[in-house]
């Protein structure tokens, strides 16, 4: 049985203006994570915000008491060295960071102020992300096969599996683009041979798309305009969560 749903609104569609707020009002209104987008204009061609947006905001949701909790920052790190960072987010706030499969074979530096030869993994960067007490994602785009993580989810080794996979499901980089229902086989694939993972998608989410994931096993749903731009996202965020538990046992 799958687990249960996780509702995480995309910032990215938040109120930039008043971005601490919106992030407190949603979580008030029942979204159980909140999905952080960093872009830096090199992995996708677009920039948002780095770890002194995130300290902002921080305070205004309340840390999870635990892992996977309430208030969780679920940042998907859209960004060509995803190792160089992993710290600077660690101390803004980030809870679970989600770094792309594609980025992963980049700079093992442990800050942005360093350089080296070597090369980081999957495998290494999951280790890393845990040993700083974070919980780690992994994400793939619309263009990367799924079976490119088999070897990374059946890692002997505990720490060197992700809590969580990201199916892209519109190319990363802007909000407000089409559900690419072509990405769901991975999903549905995912889901065969791991029942227990969070699954999470990502791109075109809303009340239209939400039970073509929902059959396909993803419990993770982030959902930008969809939520922020709703007259009631309380009864969006309520839509979504009753779609993705009803197919799962849940309700």
């Not at 872009?39 to 061609?45: K, L, W």
């Not at 890692?155 to 190319?171: A, N």
Request: proline share 8%.
């Amino acid at each position: 049985m799958a687990p249960g749903a996780i509702i995480a609104p995309s910032i990215l569609s938040a109120d930039f203006a008043n971005l601490g707020e919106d992030c407190r009002r949603t979580i008030a209104q029942g979204a159980d994570w909140l999905h952080v987008d960093i872009m830096d204009g090199h992995f996708v061609p677009n920039l948002t915000w780095g770890p002194p947006v995130v300290a902002k905001i921080r305070p205004h949701v309340e840390k999870p008491a635990q892992h996977y909790g309430k208030g969780t920052f679920d940042c998907h790190m859209m960004i060509a060295e995803p190792k160089k960072w992993v710290k600077e987010f660690k101390n803004a706030g980030c809870d679970l960071y989600c770094f792309h499969y594609e980025a992963a074979f980049s700079s093992a530096a442990e800050s942005p102020e360093v350089t080296t030869e070597l090369k980081t993994n999957p495998r290494e960067l999951i280790r890393y992300i845990h040993d700083l007490g974070m919980l780690a994602g992994i994400a793939i785009k619309p263009a990367t096969p799924v079976d490119v993580l088999w070897d990374v989810l059946d890692s002997p080794h505990e720490k060197e599996r992700p809590d969580m996979v990201l199916v892209m499901t519109v190319e990363p980089g802007f909000g407000g683009q089409k559900f690419m229902a072509s990405e769901l086989p991975k999903v549905e694939e995912l889901r065969k041979r791991y029942p227990d993972l969070n699954i999470e998608v990502d791109g075109g989410l809303g009340p239209g798309t939400i039970d073509q994931a929902a059959d396909a096993g993803a419990n993770v749903i982030v959902a930008g305009s969809a939520v922020f731009g709703a007259k009631d996202p309380a009864q969006v965020i309520s839509l979504l969560r009753e779609a993705v538990d009803k197919r799962n046992g849940k309700l």
